[in-house]
């Protein structure tokens, strides 16, 4: 039986610590940390929201009409934080 060459061996292991990578759960972050992200980008405090259920999407509850530049903002901000963004828009009853 032939032996594994050292290349094979760094290759397998290279895949393995980049495949552990890829399960991590992303960060749950904070209501004072996304109330800075949310005035940053044009929103009001409690529009920008996280469930704990489910991290990887980062809602975003907005009253007024959306802003193209807000929403790029906010998806600027989630992109390199591996979270999905949900716009939601919400009519208030009169």
């Given at each position: 039986m032939r032996r594994p060459?050292?290349?094979l061996v760094a290759c397998l292991a290279g895949a393995a610590a980049l495949g552990g990578c890829v399960t991590t759960k992303p960060k749950l972050y904070t209501q004072q940390e996304l109330g800075r992200v949310a005035q940053s980008c044009g929103y009001?405090?409690?529009?920008?929201?996280?469930?704990?259920?489910?991290?990887?999407?980062?809602?975003?509850?907005?009253?007024?009409?959306?802003?193209?530049?807000?929403?790029?903002?906010?998806?600027?901000?989630?992109?390199?934080?591996?979270?999905?963004?949900?716009?939601?828009?919400?009519?208030?009853?009169?």
């Open positions: 060459t050292p290349l009001a405090l409690g529009e920008l929201v996280q469930e704990h259920d489910e991290p990887r999407i980062l809602f975003v509850f907005s009253v007024a009409e959306e802003n193209r530049v807000d929403q790029n903002c906010v998806y600027r901000w989630a992109r390199p934080r591996k979270l999905h963004v949900a716009f939601m828009a919400v009519e208030l009853a009169k």
